[in-house]
Nanobody
Framework: QVQLVESGGGLVQRGGSLRLSCAAS????????MGWYRQDPGKERELVAL???????TYGDSVKGRFTISRDNAKNTVFLQMNSLKPEDTAVYYC????????????????WGKGTLVTVSS
């Protein structure tokens, strides 16, 4: 079973920065893409940022220019550097691993982390 473990969430003031990390484990051969989504209570989960194993990135419109996603393929880890945080960035941030292939498996599956809370105070 693949596990995604997130870290780095917390409370920060407006304009501050946080760095989220997500490490995937579980006899992994390859992960096509890793990314971050966020969800505020009562709202739909939205894409924050995504990076594939060719280092192509995609960002949600609301975070462009403020957040940066990066990835360590050797360690199956993805990072999200969040700068110039705003109260509207407050949400639970979920790590996502797309098309994960494990050793001995002939297929790829998607996985989610349990989420880490980011709170930005005004």
């Amino acid at each position: 079973q693949v596990q995604l473990v997130e870290s780095g969430g917390g409370l920060v003031q407006r304009g501050g920065s946080l760095r989220l990390s997500c490490a995937a484990s579980g006899n992994i051969v390859i992960i096509y893409a890793m990314g971050w989504y966020r969800q505020d209570p009562g709202k739909e989960r939205e894409l924050v940022a995504l990076i594939n194993n060719a280092d192509n990135t995609t960002y949600g419109d609301s975070v462009k220019g403020r957040f940066t996603i990066s990835r360590d393929n050797a360690k199956n880890t993805v990072f999200l550097q969040m700068n110039s945080l705003k109260p509207e960035d407050t949400a639970v941030y979920y790590c996502n691993a797309l098309r994960v292939v494990q050793r001995g498996s002939g297929y790829a599956l998607d996985y989610w982390g349990k989420g880490t809370l980011v709170t930005v105070s005004s």
